[in-house]
C-alpha cells in the first residue's frame, strides 16, 4: 500500500515491462474477435515527469527518456506509443498504453488498491466504456475477473515486490491461470536484484508444470547487490507466436539505448518450459 510508482516511472524497468507489452497486445490484434486485458497493478494511468516526484529521483532521465535518440527499429512501437501518450512530458503506464491499444471490441480491467492511486485512474478513465477500475486486492480480482466472457486476452502481473512472497504469489496466479483460461497470455513482471531468487522463481514455475514459458530479462550490471535493481525480467505463460523473436530484437536494442556499459549488463530471452 506504500508503494507510489509516481517515483520511478518511466525507468529502466518500465521500459522492458512496456515495450514487450506492446508485441503481446498486437499478436491479439492479429484475430478480429474480441479480447479483454487486466492489469492486476495498474497505479495512476500516466505520470507527469515534471512532478515533484519524479523530479525527486530522475529515474526516467535514466530511462525512457534516454531511448528517446535510438534509431533502432526494434524500438520504434514503444517510442511512438510513448510520443502518443504526450511523452516526454508524461510517461504512460500500463493501463494508459493497453487502452491506446484496444479496438473498440476490447476492453480493460484495471486494478488499483492504493486509494490516491485509484482515484486517479478513475478520473483519467472517466466516462469511458471500454475501461472498468477495480479498487480491489490484486490476488483477490485475479481470482474473481477471470476467466474472461471473450475467452481470450492477456493477464499483467506487475507487483510491486514490496512484501515477502510476491514471487510464491505470481507462480500461483500463473498455475491457476494456465488451469483456469488456457488461452490467456500471461505476462508477469519481476526483478532482478540478484540471481539467488530469481533462480528461485524460476525454477518453482518449472516445478508446478506452467507450459510453455518464456522469461525476457535486461540486467544494467551484474546482479549481485541485493539493495539494487540491477535488472528486471518478464515472465510470459502461452506467449504467442513470434514473441520470443520480438522479444531477442528489443531487449538489446533497449540495453543499448539505455546506455548500459557496466561490467554484467546483457540481456536473456530463453524458454523455461517448451
Known amino acids: 500500500m506504500n508503494y507510489r510508482h509516481a517515483f520511478h516511472a518511466g525507468n529502466h524497468a518500465d521500459c522492458l515491462k ?49 531511448l528517446m535518440e535510438s534509431p533502432s527499429p526494434a524500438l520504434a512501437p514503444y517510442l511512438a506509443a510513448l510520443t502518443q501518450a504526450g511523452f516526454p512530458a508524461f510517461y504512460p503506464g500500463s493501463p494508459a498504453l493497453i487502452r491506446a491499444a484496444l479496438r473498440p471490441q476490447d476492453r480493460l480491467m484495471a486494478v488499483e488498491l492504493h486509494p490516491e492511486d485509484n482515484a486517479r485512474l478513475k478520473a483519467h478513465f472517466k466516462r469511458d466504456a471500454q475501461v472498468a477500475v477495480h479498487k480491489r486486492d490484486a490476488w483477490e480480482a485475479l481470482r474473481a475477473l477471470t476467466p474472461f466472457p ?111 556499459h557496466e561490467a554484467g549488463a546483457g540481456t536473456e530471452v530463453k524458454w523455461l518450459t517448451p
Open 18 to 66: 512496456h515495450a514487450l507489452l506492446l508485441p503481446l497486445l498486437e499478436a491479439l490484434k492479429r484475430k478480429p474477435t474480441p479480447f479483454a486485458v487486466l492489469d492486476t497493478h495498474a497505479g495512476c494511468g500516466v505520470y507527469d515527469l515534471g512532478a515533484s516526484e519524479a523530479q525527486r529521483t530522475g529515474e526516467a532521465e535514466r530511462g525512457a527518456l534516454r
Open 150 to 260: 471473450e475467452k481470450r486476452g492477456l493477464v499483467l502481473i506487475d507487483p510491486p515486490f514490496e512484501q515477502e512472497g510476491d514471487y510464491a504469489r505470481i507462480t500461483e496466479a500463473i498455475t491457476l491461470l494456465r488451469h483456469r483460461f488456457r488461452a490467456a497470455i500471461i505476462a508477469a513482471w519481476y526483478p532482478v536484484k540478484h540471481r539467488a531468487p530469481v533462480r528461485g522463481f524460476h525454477h518453482a514455475l518449472m516445478a508446478a508444470g506452467i507450459t510453455p514459458l518464456l522469461a525476457a530479462e535486461l540486467w544494467l550490471r551484474e546482479p549481485t547487490d541485493p539493495q539494487k535493481l540491477n535488472g528486471s525480467g518478464l515472465i510470459v505463460a502461452n506467449p504467442p507466436q513470434g514473441f520470443a523473436e520480438d522479444a531477442a530484437a528489443i531487449l538489446p536494442a533497449l540495453l543499448e539505448g539505455l546506455g548500459a
